[in-house]
T-cell receptor, first 114, second 115 residues
Framework: DTGVSQDPRHKITKRGQNVTFRCDPISEHNRLYWYRQTLGQGPEFLTYFQNEAQLEKSRLLSDRFSAERPKGSFSTLEIQRTEQGDSAMYLC????????????FGSGTQLSVL | AQKVTQAQTEISVVEKEDVTLDCVYETRDTTYYLFWYKQPPSGELVFLIRRNSFDEQNEISGRYSWNFQKSTSSFNFTITASQVVDSAVYFCALLSNFGNEKLTFGTGTRLTIIP
């Protein structure tokens, strides 16, 4: 399977705990995106990387959120001190530079904060 | 600012009927791209089509067709002879301001095809 992979598929945590999600993009893609999707809404942009550089972060990304892509391959998204409002589907996508944002999405990580 | 509106929250049709999903967008840019994505129950967003603002030619791909009209800022999606496998949530999205790297999505339309 050469698509975008996300792990885990589901995560249940208690409020105040830290969680980390992983995304493995399509291998030849140099751009990687994180989006968040809540029930009944479309995906909302969080941040994106070109290779290992984080080029833009949304105002939705509070200080409790941090994303990394250390070697320009896989990426991690960490949420510290989770809150119930963080409950959502976290989607990762990747693309090749110059394709005008034809994004390929993973199946997402569904986070539930109790 | 840019915005995508999908006024139809849910649509149900009987199998083999045709169905059109509406999408209206707002942008001040003259160069922009419009997209449709399908999200089946598995959750993965599947790319369907990308159009740029300079190409208003309608497109047909099998049972799918898209009608892009700049005059009304609309990019509607029609499924002909619908099938149960078409049941999903469909999202319209906009990329504007050349060099801006993020898609703006609509709220989606949940399509249910009744066998």
């Amino acid at each position: 399977d050469t698509g975008v992979s996300q792990d885990p598929r589901h995560k249940i945590t208690k409020r105040g705990q830290n969680v980390t999600f992983r995304c493995d993009p399509i291998s030849e893609h140099n751009r990687l995106y994180w989006y968040r999707q809540t029930l009944g809404q479309g995906p909302e942009f969080l941040t994106y990387f070109q290779n290992e550089a984080q080029l833009e972060k949304s105002r939705l990304l509070s200080d409790r959120f941090s994303a990394e892509r250390p070697k320009g391959s896989f990426s991690t998204l960490e949420i510290q001190r989770t809150e119930q409002g963080d409950s959502a589907m976290y989607l990762c996508a990747s693309s090749s530079q110059g394709t005008n944002e034809k994004l390929f999405f993973g199946s997402g990580t569904q986070l539930s904060v109790l | 600012a840019q915005k995508v509106t999908q006024a139809q929250t849910e649509i149900s049709v009987v199998e083999k009927e045709d169905v059109t999903l509406d999408c209206v967008y707002e942008t001040r840019d003259t160069t922009y791209y419009l997209f449709w994505y399908k999200q089946p129950p598995s959750g993965e967003l599947v790319f369907l089509i990308r159009r740029n603002s300079f190409d208003e030619q309608n497109e047909i791909s099998g049972r799918y067709s898209w009608n892009f009209q700049k005059s009304t800022s609309s990019f509607n999606f029609t499924i002909t002879a619908s099938q149960v496998v078409d049941s999903a949530v469909y999202f319209c999205a906009l990329l504007s301001n050349f060099g801006n790297e993020k898609l703006t999505f609509g709220t989606g339309t949940r399509l249910t095809i009744i066998p």
